[in-house]
């Protein structure tokens, strides 16, 4: 049964590679059929699976395409065929043989004035520049394609290059101009009538806006986007926007309104099985309860969060699962789940830390080749014309010295750059391996206290008798307030410690700095809080 089965599937493929080869050479010397008939003759085989099947037989008969139509002269569908051995690179990640093909195609269609395949091409090398994280040449590709596309009055094309655009733009943080392209966008979408466009224009600039920190305009676009998306039915979209709109209340500190809006998002999102969306529902919903003191809804909601992300892969939900439960644990003493949590969120963030580092590391390459660009045109577009021959010559050497103090300035910046990310690195790797120990100290503090006492309780609780003896009762009440919640809550900032202890924040600032130096805590600022709140706990732990 097995070998009749194989035979089915292969005998198409078998019988496709020789019925076509052979029926392709007899219309080929045909002199009845027309030439559109023999290029669709040599486009069939390909179009009905050997590209994905039999490469080699898809690789034969766009041989055959390119010869056939370099003998007839046919331009356009010469074009065509570099598109094809473009796209075919492209995909395979061999960007250099890809550009070159795409430039063969563009420099045919400029020949026989094809405008519509001129746009094509240049937002195809534009991806390329894109993939390749050459910015500055994929928006000049994209302004090209698009200059085009509105000469031609092509919206759909007009529309890619401005969304293009505008995703480089916010991905660069240049969140004006990702919001001029984004409105731009808007209108063509509104003119044309295409709904789903203006709601999906309409959440891009709700997210430029919260990012730009004006809440109250990104909760506009972003209500504007959801009844458009209710009167489309569109579930998938109505879900994204109730967490955006979730999302803006928890940074306004609206916490009711918040949790409501990520619950009705978490409601759509298990009923579509958008896991990425349950995930980030979830983590948000957590977050806003263990800010709030509610420690248990928090540890349910985001136990529940990091499963989800963890099957998905979701790293910045995962690390902010983490980081809740980390708090929550810690805050119901909870120490070895909290333990737990705290060494998974390290390393979460430690590759998050990575990409951040590599992601300004592309974005100063962005800015020199931006100001590179700017100085080179600011020097073209000068009148040199008017100029002599001498005056020329004097332009030349300026602009010269002007490049190579350029290029010293660049590559000092580098260097600096550099060595401040390599010193960063260093430091931040010496911190985690002095914590790493300190919890294991912590760990074995916890199991010694669990065997003699059988009570959890114990671990973790600030001992004052103990501390004070340490530190030659140098605390006075409030750096004991101070440090009490800061056990409780070791990721809170000074802003709502202040708030909860009713003392100033430039209060809060200068008891923690006096609690440094007592403790004799030496680290970095990221570190200062865990280290303060492990020493604390170790002389409190202390037999």
């Known amino acids: 049964?097995?070998?009749?089965?194989?035979?089915?599937?292969?005998?198409?493929?078998?019988?496709?590679?020789?019925?076509?080869?052979?029926?392709?050479?007899?219309?080929?010397?045909?002199?009845?059929?027309?030439?559109?008939?023999?290029?669709?003759?040599?486009?069939?085989?390909?179009?009905?699976?050997?590209?994905?099947?039999?490469?080699?037989?898809?690789?034969?008969?766009?041989?055959?395409?390119?010869?056939?139509?370099?003998?007839?002269?046919?331009?356009?569908?010469?074009?065509?065929?570099?598109?094809?051995?473009?796209?075919?690179?492209?995909?395979?990640?061999?960007?250099?043989?890809?550009?070159?093909?795409f430039n063969r195609s563009l420099k045919i269609n400029k020949e026989i004035d094809n405008k519509q395949g001129i746009t094509k091409v240049l937002n195809s090398i534009a991806m390329i520049h894109l993939k390749q994280g050459d910015y500055v040449k994929s928006i000049e590709y994209h302004n090209l394609s698009l200059s085009v596309s509105e000469e031609i009055n092509d919206k759909q094309e007009v529309l890619e290059s401005l969304l293009n655009i505008a995703f480089i733009y916010n991905f660069i943080e240049n969140y004006d101009k990702a919001l001029d392209y984004n409105i731009r966008c808007l209108s063509i979408y509104e003119e044309i009538g295409?709904?789903?466009?203006?709601?999906?224009?309409?959440?891009?600039?709700?997210?430029?806006?919260?990012?730009?920190?004006?809440?109250?305009?990104?909760?506009?676009?972003?209500?504007?986007?959801?009844?458009?998306?209710?009167?489309?039915?569109?579930?998938?979209?109505?879900?994204?926007?109730?967490?955006?709109?979730?999302?803006?209340?928890?940074?306004?500190?609206?916490?009711?309104?918040?949790?409501?809006?990520?619950?009705?998002?978490?409601?759509?999102?298990?009923?579509?099985?958008?896991?990425?969306?349950?995930?980030?529902?979830?983590s948000k919903i957590g977050e806003i309860f263990q800010r709030t003191g509610n420690c248990d809804s928090a540890i349910i909601y985001s136990t529940t969060a990091l499963k989800t992300a963890q099957e998905i892969n979701q790293v910045s939900i995962i690390n902010n699962a983490t980081k809740v439960l980390y708090s929550a644990y810690k805050s119901t003493n909870q120490f070895k789940k909290a333990l737990n949590m705290y060494e998974l969120f390290n390393e979460i963030n430690d590759s998050l830390q990575n990409k951040k580092i590599q992601n300004e590391k592309i974005h100063q390459e962005y800015k020199y080749k931006y100001d590179q660009k700017r100085i080179s045109d600011s020097l073209k577009h000068a009148q040199l014309f008017k100029l002599n021959k001498q005056d020329r010559q004097r332009a030349a050497e300026k602009e010269k010295n002007m490049r190579f103090i350029f290029y010293l300035f660049f590559s000092l910046t580098l260097i600096i750059f550099g060595l401040i990310l390599r010193i960063r690195s260093i430091k931040i790797q010496t911190e985690k391996d002095f914590l790493q120990k300190e919890i294991q100290v912590l760990k074995s503090t916890a199991i010694i206290h669990m065997a003699l006492y059988n009570d959890t309780s114990i671990i973790g609780q600030l001992d004052r008798k103990k501390i004070d003896t340490a530190t030659y009762s140098l605390l006075n009440d409030s750096d004991w307030r101070i440090l009490t919640f800061l056990c409780k809550n070791p990721t809170i900032n000074n802003r709502e410690i202040s708030e909860q202890i009713s003392l100033s924040f430039e209060g809060v600032r200068s008891s923690l700095k006096k609690m440094y130096r007592i403790f004799k805590i030496h680290h970095s600022i990221e570190n200062q809080r865990i280290a303060l709140v492990i020493e604390a706990t170790r002389i409190s732990n202390s037999i």
């Open 1 to 101: 049964m097995k070998t009749i089965i194989i035979i089915k599937v292969l005998f198409p493929l078998f019988t496709l590679s020789q019925f076509s080869k052979e029926n392709l050479k007899i219309v080929l010397n045909d002199k009845g059929p027309s030439e559109t008939h023999k290029i669709n003759s040599i486009n069939n085989p390909v179009r009905d699976g050997s590209l994905y099947c039999q490469p080699d037989n898809a690789f034969f008969f766009t041989k055959q395409r390119f010869r056939f139509i370099s003998s007839n002269e046919l331009k356009k569908e010469m074009a065509m065929v570099f598109n094809s051995k473009a796209d075919s690179f492209m995909v395979s990640g061999d960007y250099p043989n890809a550009l070159e093909y």
């Open 194 to 282: 295409n709904k789903e466009g203006v709601a999906d224009c309409y959440n891009n600039i709700g997210k430029i806006f919260c990012q730009k920190g004006n809440y109250d305009k990104a909760s506009n676009s972003y209500y504007q986007a959801l009844a458009i998306q209710e009167e489309l039915g569109n579930d998938l979209g109505i879900g994204i926007t109730l967490s955006n709109i979730g999302l803006v209340y928890k940074l306004k500190g609206n916490h009711s309104s918040a949790i409501d809006y990520l619950k009705r998002s978490l409601a759509i999102n298990k009923k579509i099985g958008n896991k990425e969306g349950i995930a980030g529902s979830l």
